[in-house]
């Protein structure tokens, strides 16, 4: 029983965890870093919308059904995507650096749950979609474009897909090691 009493007096008198102001600094910088990638993804996939706006009224797209549908398909993911970034963004605004430790921990878990889940969830379903759309333009170049033209987009779009799906893969898994540094 005095075991037990000993254990439960240390367990009482254990020190809280306070952060040191060096600590302070690295998460802040972490947390600023972070920031700046997601801002960067936002500049990357706007950008995309706004080439993909700009075929969409170059090849007039809109007086073709199965066009028009593919590349809403392309453009509406990205839309949301990003509107997901800027959220996550003004979610990392409102972790208060100041708050203790251990709140400001649970709140740090809590952003990085959500992020898992954007990731794992959320970034296959635009990835998907956006394939889809892209699909659906396929007849609208086969139609339109010269047959070596057309196997030359076909073959690099296959390229170009992997590489993106390793390169979105590369960076999920560098935030969520990122994210589970600061946890």
Do not use: C
Request: charged fraction near 20%.
């Amino acid at each position: 029983m005095e075991l037990f009493e000993n254990l439960k007096n240390d367990w009482q008198n254990q020190s809280t965890q306070i952060p040191t102001d060096d600590g302070i600094k690295i998460i802040s910088n972490k947390i600023k870093a972070l920031k700046s990638k997601q801002r960067i993804t936002n500049i990357v996939l706007l950008a995309t919308v706004a080439i993909l706006v700009f075929f969409f009224f170059y090849v007039a797209a809109y007086t073709q059904s199965t066009a028009t549908w593919g590349l809403i398909l392309m453009i509406l993911p990205l839309l949301v995507r990003v509107i997901i970034e800027l959220l996550s963004i003004k979610k990392l605004d409102k972790l208060n650096k100041g708050i203790d430790f251990k709140s400001f921990k649970i709140k740090l878990e809590s952003y990085y749950k959500s992020r898992k889940q954007v990731h794992f969830v959320l970034t296959p379903v635009v990835f998907a979609v956006y394939v889809i759309g892209f699909i659906m333009l396929l007849p609208n170049f086969k139609q339109a474009l010269s047959s070596g033209f057309y196997n030359y987009i076909l073959v690099s779009s296959v390229v170009i897909i992997l590489l993106l799906a390793f390169f979105i893969i590369k960076e999920i898994k560098k935030e969520l090691l990122f994210l589970n540094e600061l946890k």
